[in-house]
């Protein structure tokens, strides 16, 4: 190695170890490290250097000038370690417990006065959902290509969608400030969160204690197209995105909260408050309400919308958008033979209904009677929604509790007999549309069925998620894996 670049690695390491030591006894002073901070320090040593020198800066002598530089150099390192040690001490320190962060506070929070796309601003400040398959007057449950959608329940403004958006991610919303939203829905997960049986963190004796994984008896269904739906959870108990909200925002397994909690947190964030009076045009004396905040939830939930996947391409009469493989498989699901379609219609892929499929228990669990549990009907036990298949590679494993991870073992399960596998002693309804003769598929048309599957991917319409939120609580929900990180809409 040349000397100057063996002196060079020593001035460096040197830099770095004198870093530490300043950054070291900063730490001991209590003295909160900022870049600012490190120019003022290093503007003073500078300071300091030049009068040390006993002679007017700009005419040194050759030995002085040789001093000077040597000081400034070595000065430029250490600079350089401190931050450097800074951004990975700031990095990779851990946190015991999320804590409300002033640094949002100071952030400029604006909400979109522009709809999300597919969205038209109408008179009134009120986005109103926009869709070939709107032009379409196929009667309710018709399952060609060509259907009619339901109502969305649009009107929000911009700003309350936005609004929405920020509370979505916001841990606030938990009674511990430990789960958001997103930490169910994941955006880069098809808004479920990849697992069989959901887990959230529940803390032991308050928000600063020790916190304890709690896995929950089903799975986190997916919010793609959720605003189209009038039945919500897997057993069909709520009618609306907002009382669907109520269940995760107070239920004691999961977010835990109560709304005159969530009201007492929202209201004592400035940022929080200024966003709902301008989203609802509330007076100086209104304060946020629970109300405030489902609406809200409500007006960005509707937005997250995928009806732009190729299989939409062809069904609006683009013929290459499929390839024969995949061609073959919807001829297969639309068939009457499996009948897939009759209760995943068309365009939403979902009925919106329950139905008894016989599917196995979960491994390790009781049998789950499903919406059989909240009816005293004898024929809804075992019944499920059907969920949406939208998005559907993004969501594996499948079924209520994940009871089978890939797409190639449910397309099995449907082509085989009626209530083969269902649990032993448990007679179950089995839904009609089951009961024709099985098996019909060969292993190429299971496969052509799974390849059709995938051309329903559509993520166009993913919202951006947001680097910040007004409480300053850390984010999840995918943001870095999916790139698409932001502050706007």
């Known amino acids: 190695m040349p000397i100057a670049e063996v002196r060079r690695v020593r001035s460096t390491r040197a830099g770095v170890a004198r870093g530490a030591g300043v950054l070291s006894r900063l730490s001991l002073m209590n003295q909160r490290i900022t870049p600012l901070g490190l120019i003022r320090w290093a503007a003073a040593l500078v300071g300091t250097a030049i009068e040390s020198s006993g002679a007017p800066f700009a005419h040194p002598s050759r030995s002085r000038q040789f001093r000077i530089r040597r000081f400034v150099a070595e000065l430029s390192v250490t600079i350089a370690a401190i931050a450097t040690t800074t951004n990975l001490l700031s990095a990779s320190s851990p946190s015991a417990k999320p804590s409300l962060q ?33 032009l379409y007057n196929s009667p309710p449950g018709f399952g060609g290509l060509r259907a009619a959608l339901p109502s969305l329940p649009d009107g929000f403004s911009p700003q309350q969608m936005d609004l929405g958006r920020y509370l979505f991610f916001d841990p606030l919303l938990s009674a511990d400030h430990h789960l958001s939203c997103a930490h169910c829905h994941r955006p880069s997960l098809g808004f479920a969160d990849g697992r069989a049986r959901s887990v959230v963190s529940k803390g032991v004796g308050g928000r600063t204690g020790p916190r304890r994984d709690v896995l929950l008896p089903r799975s986190a269904p997916s919010l793609w197209n959720v605003g189209f739906l009038r039945n919500f959870y897997w057993d069909g108990r709520a009618h609306s995105l907002a009382e669907q909200a109520k269940g995760p925002l107070c239920g004691s397994d999961e977010m835990n909260n109560s709304p005159r909690q969530l009201e007492r947190d929202l209201n004592g964030q400035p940022t929080y408050r200024r966003m709902f009076t301008e989203a609802f045009q509330l007076q100086p004396s209104e304060e946020v309400t629970y109300t405030m905040v489902l609406q809200a939830l409500s007006a960005f939930e509707a937005t997250l919308i995928s009806l732009n996947s190729r299989y939409d391409r062809y069904a ?11 061609k073959r498989g919807l001829n297969i699901f639309r068939g009457i033979e499996l009948g897939c379609s009759q209760c995943h219609t068309p365009p939403l892929f979902t009925n919106d209904e329950l139905e008894v499929t016989g599917v196995p228990n979960a491994r390790g669990l009781p049998f789950d009677a499903g919406a059989g549990s909240l009816a005293a009907s004898r024929a809804l036990r075992g019944a499920f929604k059907t969920p949406t298949l939208r998005n559907i590679e993004r969501t594996a494993p499948y079924m209520h509790a994940g009871q089978f991870s890939s797409l190639t073992q ?36 299971i496969n052509d069925v799974v390849a059709f599957l ?12 947001p680097l910040r939120v007004p409480s300053g609580l850390p984010v999840i929900g995918g943001a870095r894996e999916n790139g698409a990180v932001s502050d706007t809409l």
């Open 454 to 465: 995938l051309t329903l991917t559509d993520e166009s319409m993913l919202p951006t998620i």
């Open 410 to 445: 449910v397309v099995r399960f449907y082509n085989d007999r009626p209530g083969h596998a269902a649990p032993v002693g448990e007679h179950l309804h089995i839904d009609w549309h089951m009961a024709l003769r099985r098996p019909v598929l060969s292993e190429l048309d």
């Open 316 to 326: 609006h009469g683009d013929d290459d958008a499929l390839t024969e493989a995949e």
């Open 102 to 134: 002033s640094p949002a506070q100071s952030v400029d929070f604006q909400l979109s006065a522009r709809c999300p796309p597919s969205f038209e601003l109408m008179e009134g400040n009120a986005c109103q959902f926009r869709s070939l398959y709107q």
